[in-house]
């Protein structure tokens, strides 16, 4: 059984700390060892079977096939689909690919497309010492980028096929194996062959670089797209594009030869001289290996013979593989989007990559503690994750140029991607002015609704991924990221790249809260004699109580009138218990049930001042003021935390989870107090199983 959650983002953290998931230093994808795995094949004289991506069904998903076609599909390793299988034969092209004709993956296609122009980024993804001979057991893996993380993904090489034929993407060589393996080893990540239907090539292009994104809408295209398609030509950048949807889903193929709804990958630029005048031409595959444009500067076209012999011989190849040229014009024209990756940033302004400085932080919204929303939602916006960032240096040279380049990213919770469900996410940006610079923690509503935003994105996108490329003056500046309605959770990666030195850290961690009202009765006005008398009427000859006594004590006297939901039960008297129990009897004593009393009084009274719909739970957003009320210092992703252990189905929490998180809370503080240097904490094994399995 692997350890609970919380365990595993202690461990995700330190080792992204340590380097782990860097591209030198990939994490192992649902912990799969692939030199490991195959030492192990290697010393048995055993082929792979992989049984987290087993060769059956499941892998292949819903959707794809009939029925009648799955019981007729066979997983063949290649040795039994041709004699002489190669994992790769004559290098890595783009000409390699066909799509198969039942999967709709054009955009991982265009994106692989793409990929084999780079051959620094391709060796990484598509690890070259693969073969099918020496030492030879079934097994291959390649790497990719996942939301934050390069990680290492380990498939055997058993391919769904019918009739003997590969059923998805297959070479055009029928000897060669690496695209049909690799579209295995993504299909993996993705949940299944039927989760990659759909998409764009960014998202896999991203998966490939893990680097810098922006998306182009071609509808209205920035003064220097041409520019930046040069420079990004020129660098280590992957290109993609797509079509406009026609009425169906279908691709549909228009009589000038493009494919609706279709991804198709940029794989040149060339400026040519036409008639005497300077032409801008772009040049597009089809990852379908075939079907081109055959408008003007297509194969045929007549304009070829208006430029020079040197660059008619260069950039003319009549034959139909998919590739062709169109103007750039005409290129805005039909298609809707450009997407642009590059593991650096120097394509956008042609700054060198050194120049640019990144950051990157992974938060989360939670429904009620910390997914306020867009700005239409005035009382809880405050509540998003809030990034604080300080840009130092003078105004740039290039005064009024975009110096600032801002992603964020919907990090998903299922592994199955057909099963993801994106948000309408976005960003904004404020100034941090004067008067708020000394500020610590987050900041509150009262900031918002006295400041307006410098930047935010233009519209709330229902995407993976949202970017915005502007330009802000040196000085503080807070980023809010969030969905477009309030409460909707999700986990996301906010991404900031800068060209002027900047330092950032997310926002509420750091804060001592000061209480919010005033609390009449905060500690119990009671005589403590009173308070030992009833404990004496209740507990055993040797003046203690047990759990179920103290069950009777809370429900029966103490709370008696103030419970709604069924009061304490005896497991949760028995955590009580643990945490109170100074002499470890798994009894309360006169003066630990006094301790105790006084506790349970104070957290109801704040209980009861911070519900303020008076329905004797607390929401989620009651429970962020209760943590107000109590003076007490805690970051969103605690917030959320709690939030998620303690309160029911309709996200409220009762009095007595109310009460039993803050005797936890506040126990776990001492404990570590006691037990560390007030930085850090070291226990033996048995120390640590001591501890955590009786509080």
């Known amino acids: 059984m692997p350890p609970p959650g919380v365990c595993l983002n202690i461990l995700e953290a330190r080792q992204k700390k340590e380097g782990f998931g860097s591209p030198e230093n990939v994490d192992k994808f649902l912990n799969q060892d692939y030199q490991q795995l195959k030492q192990y094949c290697l010393i048995r004289g055993v082929r792979y079977i992989d049984d987290l991506f ?46 198969g004709e039942i999967l709709g993956n054009c955009w991982f296609l265009a ?50 096929t019918i009739n003997g034929r590969l059923i998805f993407v297959h070479s055009k060589d029928q000897t060669e194996f690496w695209p049909a393996l690799m579209e295995k080893a993504y299909a993996k990540v993705c949940g299944s062959y039927s989760d990659m239907s759909a998409g764009t090539p960014a998202e896999a292009m991203m998966d490939f670089t893990g680097g810098v994104h922006m998306c182009i809408q071609l509808s209205d295209p920035p003064p220097n797209l041409w520019e930046m398609m040069c420079r990004a030509g020129q660098s280590k950048t992957l290109m993609g594009c797509g079509t406009h949807q026609g009425e169906t889903s279908q691709n549909t193929v228009l009589p000038n030869g493009i494919v609706q709804g279709h991804a ?52 003319l190849s009549v034959v139909d ?30 700054t060198p990559a050194s120049h640019w400085k990144s950051s990157l932080y992974e938060g989360r919204w939670v429904a009620g ?59 904004t940006v404020f100034e941090v002015t004067d008067q708020y610079k000394m500020h610590k923690g987050k900041f509150p509503a009262s900031f918002f609704s006295s400041h307006k935003a410098v930047m935010q994105t233009k519209t709330f996108m229902n995407a993976r991924e949202v970017m915005e490329f502007f330009m802000l003056r040196p000085g503080e500046y807070l980023i809010v990221p969030s969905t477009f309605g309030a409460n909707e959770t999700a986990s996301f990666i906010l991404k900031i790249l800068s060209k002027a030195e900047t330092h950032g850290y997310e926002n509420s961690g750091d804060r001592r809260y000061e209480p919010v009202g005033k609390l009449n009765k905060v500690l119990n006005v009671q005589d403590d004699e009173k308070k030992k008398m009833i404990f004496r009427q209740h507990s055993d000859k040797y003046e203690e ?15 008696k009138g103030d419970l709604k939901s069924g009061g304490f039960s005896l497991d949760a008297c028995r955590s009580m218990v643990a945490l109170m129990d100074t002499s470890v009897t798994g009894k309360l004593n006169g003066e630990e049930f006094v301790r105790l009393w006084r506790k349970v009084v104070k957290y109801k009274d704040i209980f009861f001042l911070t519900d303020v719909s008076r329905t004797g739970t607390l929401s989620l957003s009651e429970l962020r003021n209760a943590f107000v009320a109590s003076g007490i210092n805690v970051s969103d992703d605690m917030l959320n935390l709690m939030a998620l252990r303690y309160s029911d189905s309709s996200r409220h929490v009762t009095l007595e989870s109310f009460i039993g998180l803050m005797l936890r809370f506040d126990c776990m503080h001492k404990i570590f107090r006691q037990l560390s240097d007030g930085k850090a904490m070291s226990l033996r094994e048995a120390e640590w199983i001591y501890i955590s399995m009786y509080t």
């Open 321 to 350: 593989d998919g590739e062709f040229w169109m103007t750039l014009e005409d290129f805005c024209r039909f298609y809707t989007d450009l997407d642009i990756c590059s593991l650096y940033p120097d394509f956008l302004d042609g």
């Open 369 to 427: 503690t910390t997914a306020g929303g867009c700005l239409n939602n005035r009382d809880s916006f405050w509540t998003n994750p809030q990034y604080r960032i300080r840009i130092d240096g003078d105004y740039p040279e290039e005064h009024g140029k975009n110096n600032v380049l801002v992603s964020l990213m919907q990090k998903p919770d299922k592994r199955n991607r057909h099963l993801v469900q994106n948000l309408h996410i976005g960003f």
């Open 545 to 559: 109580v047990d759990a179920e006594q103290l069950q009777r004590l809370l429900n029966d006297s103490i709370l």
């Open 111 to 160: 994106a692989i497309g793409a990929l084999t122009f780079q051959e620094n980024v391709l060796n990484h993804v598509v690890p070259s010492e693969q073969t099918f001979d020496e030492n030879y057991c079934g097994l291959f893996h390649f790497r990719f980028w996942r939301f934050g993380r390069w990680v290492d993904v380990v498939i055997d090489d058993k391919l769904p």
């Open 264 to 315: 198709y990958t940029v794989t040149g630029v060339k400026q040519l001289m036409s008639h005497g005048k300077l032409v801008h031409l772009v040049r597009l595959w089809n990852p379908w290996g075939r079907g081109e444009w055959n408008g003007d500067w297509s194969d045929r076209s007549s304009l070829w013979k208006t430029v020079s012999a040197q660059d008619c011989e260069m950039c």
């Open 54 to 99: 087993p060769p059956d069904r499941r892998s292949i998903g819903e959707g794809v096939l009939s029925p009648s076609d799955l019981e007729r599909v066979m997983w063949l390793r290649p040795s039994k689909i041709v004699p002489n299988p190669a994992f790769t034969v004559d290098g890595v092209s783009r000409f390699d690919l066909s799509q």
